[in-house]
């Protein structure tokens, strides 16, 4: 180790790897439907997707977790997003690719995607 | 990218009980399920929380499993890892709240903790030495030997208030500062004391094993400091975990440069090396254990010449002890009002004490100085079992005192405690309950000191030796007050005339028992009985014929055939022949059985 920076590189990696560990009041949360019903429709692929975007995209803050079933088992696979002070937006049939436009327009940009959300069913 | 991570207790306390089996079921399960590319298992150091052990804790919700067993494992893994449904059947009790899962912050046990010598414990591997750079690790290291001169360290070391860990509590950046003198010019020494020898205490075990590269990063700052590129971590060898963490955090640290030559490019070298400790009490204090690193018999030498001065090799040397070391990181990168922020004036920073004895949450707690023994005891360890009563702690093992229940309101830092007789000690925090009796304690802990002496110098050869048999003179029944008087005169004798620390502080719980608890001293000598039914010689068991049935349970179970009476009959027992095992007691159904 010859100086600071090639310690801050380091740091800045594992960071990724290790912020699944850290937590506060400020964390946006990200949970994906994984009971028997988002599973056989796809959501692992969607899961891991969303986990890998964020790690490719350096974004911190965000906690991705799994659920059971929701009870929407129709519109699976599903994936909510909380953040702290707002309400819920609730993603219906998503895939990997639409799990990743949703990262970045969502949770990098703050912008929902609404097409992809549970209200657009009813229009 | 791993979503998941398993973060499986590697300390000693979850190993011995199956935390290595626990682990290799993760691994083979996630793999059964096509789960090991998204689900990462590490181990790590101590979560704090032994008594519920092993302990795995699953990361991003911070599901807390206690008391795990290889057969939850693939329940675990189908439910949580798999489907998002945390096990809640199997998760520790106290967070689990309804439907709501609570963070571990807001239980009992951690609320009032703060966690800043332990805080990557349980949080990162180990035996990672990029984990611990991602929180921040060798930051500190790297502040020092580029924005700092050494005076500046010791200077911020100094206003940190940082007082010695290893029980005496001498100001750190003091220790320092009378090493610092010729800097460059003469060889020096930094030491770190990893030999724990305190019954109950498992503080710096835990340290090294939970945070190894803590100690690494802080033992480098001071060899800047006082001009030192030699380190020696002198370390229990009864210690298997800690010596092996360490040793491969060492090895990785030299990999990275982050041990060697040309530090950060600063020009400063330094190295460490592990020294396993011969297995006597006597080698954690500290001319006995320099001389023991230099290969020979560790016995004590008298002091001044100090070693800041003439140490380790006849050269400067400053000696810290495995918690000391562990705040020194996280007070050069926050700075020295961060650190006074915590705890008392004269105290300051946080405490980490070994809880054990009579107590719910046996474990490891770190707690800001100035917090009371009672919410210790009480909040944080979950209070006392069985609904027995409180009766005192001993803080500072054998060398320390004991605390009693009218005082349970002291603020724990080291004048508050010195004050009232005891001391702060390493950190071995033993609670005793209404069943423990005081004269036996100050027994135990004497017949340790006299195991431990090194028999150098007479006061603590043979002074402890005597006190002992004071001790069991007393406790077999045949004590007067004249000997009461002889061990209050010999105790102050060996305080006062023994050449190093053990024997000064040998006599301490004989004393402090003496203080607080008089009359349970003067019961066994003038009513010939022990108040809390412990000491053998001197309890009587007798049956209550109105609540005994004449079931003979009793009398079959007696192994001495001491029990008399015949079927349905009131039973009674010949004291010449009961050998007070308590048996018939245990089996007694009525509740007809009593000693005292």
Request: proline share 5%; aromatic share 6%; hydrophobic share 35%.
């Amino acid at each position: 180790m010859k100086s600071l920076k090639e310690l801050e590189a380091i740091r800045d990696r594992m960071r990724q790897t290790v912020n699944t560990r850290e937590s506060d009041s400020n964390t946006i949360r990200v949970v994906v439907g994984m009971a028997t019903c988002g599973i056989s429709a796809g959501a692992r692929p969607v899961l891991n997707a969303i986990v890998e975007e964020l790690a490719r995209e350096n974004v911190a803050g965000v906690q991705v977790t799994q659920t059971g079933c929701i009870g929407i088992c129709q519109h699976e696979p599903v994936v909510e997003v909380y953040e702290p002070g707002k309400e819920k937006v609730t993603y219906v049939k998503m895939t990997p690719e639409k799990a990743i436009r949703m990262v970045h327009h969502h949770l990098m940009k703050g912008e929902p995607v609404e097409e992809y959300t549970i209200g657009s069913l009813t229009k | 990218m791993y979503r998941n991570h398993v973060m499986i207790c590697g300390g000693t306390g979850c190993t011995s009980s199956g935390s290595d089996r626990i682990a290799a079921a993760f691994e083979r399960e996630l793999e059964r399920h096509g789960l090991d590319s998204e689900v990462k298992v590490v181990r790590t150091g101590c979560f704090g929380l032994c008594a519920l052990g092993p302990i795995v804790v699953i990361y991003p919700e911070g599901s807390f499993y206690s008391r795990v067993k290889e057969e939850h494992v693939e329940w675990i893994v189908t439910e949580h890892l798999l489907k998002g449904r945390p096990v809640r059947s199997l998760l520790f009790d106290e967070t689990v709240d309804g439907e709501r899962i609570k963070s571990l912050d807001q239980t009992g046990f951690y609320k009032k903790q703060k966690r800043v010598a332990l805080r990557n414990c349980g949080v990162i591997n180990p035996e990672n030495i990029e984990e611990y750079i991602a929180f921040d690790g060798y930051a500190a290291l790297g502040k020092a030997l580029t924005e700092m001169t050494p005076d500046d360290v010791i200077q911020t070391v100094l206003d940190s208030g940082l007082r010695g860990r290893g029980g005496g509590g001498f100001p750190t950046g003091r220790k320092w500062q009378l090493a610092c003198a010729d800097r460059g010019k003469v060889k020096k020494f930094v030491c770190c004391n990893a030999d724990e020898g305190d019954p109950g205490a498992f503080m710096d075990r835990s340290m090294l094993e939970g945070d190894p590269h803590a100690v690494i990063e802080a033992m480098a700052i001071a060899g800047y400091a006082i001009g030192a590129d030699k380190g020696y971590v002198y370390v229990r060898a009864e210690y298997p975990i800690a010596v092996k963490r360490l040793q491969i955090a060492i090895n990785q640290a030299r990999d990275y440069g982050l041990l060697g030559e040309d530090i950060f490019g600063s020009g400063f070298n330094f190295d460490i090396e592990i020294k396993l400790g011969a297995g006597a009490f006597v080698c954690g204090e500290e001319t006995a254990l320099m001389t023991s690193i230099e290969g020979n018999r560790g016995e004590p030498r008298p002091r001044p010449p100090f070693p800041a001065k003439k140490g380790l090799f006849g050269r400067p040397t400053i000696l810290n002890n495995v918690e000391t070391y562990a705040n020194i990181p996280q007070i050069i990168l926050n700075g020295a009002e961060w650190f006074r922020s915590m705890g008392t004036e004269n105290s300051p920073g946080t405490k980490v004490f070994a809880l054990g004895g009579k107590i719910h949450n046996t474990g490891l707690v770190e707690v800001p100085m100035g917090t009371t023994l009672r919410e210790i005891v009480e909040e944080i360890g979950g209070g006392i079992p069985d609904g027995k009563k409180f009766k005192a702690a001993q803080t500072g093992g054998p060398s320390g005192g004991c605390i009693p229940a009218e005082l349970i309101d002291t603020p724990i830092d080291y004048d508050s405690l010195s004050k009232i007789g005891s001391m702060m000690g390493s950190g071995g925090l033993i609670v005793m309950d209404e069943d423990t009796c005081m004269v036996d304690i100050a027994k135990f802990f004497l017949e340790f000191t006299v195991d431990e002496s090194c028999g150098k110098c007479t006061p603590c050869r043979v002074g402890t030796k005597r006190l002992l048999e004071l001790l069991e003179k007393i406790t077999s029944g045949n004590g007067t007050m004249r000997d009461l008087e002889r061990i209050e005169e010999l105790a102050e004798f060996v305080k006062n005339n023994s050449l190093c620390g053990l024997g000064q502080t040998a006599p301490n719980p004989v004393l402090s028992t003496l203080k607080y608890f008089r009359e349970e001293y003067l019961a066994h000598i003038q009513d010939k009985r022990c108040p809390a039914g412990v000491c053998k010689a001197l309890l009587v068991y007798k049956i209550d014929p109105d609540k005994c049935r004449g079931c003979t349970l009793c009398a079959r179970n007696c192994p001495a055939d001491a029990i008399m009476g015949s079927v349905r009959n009131p039973h009674s027992i010949d004291t010449n022949k009961c050998v007070k095992c308590g048996a018939c007691m245990d089996t007694c159904r009525f509740g007809a059985i009593s000693k005292g």
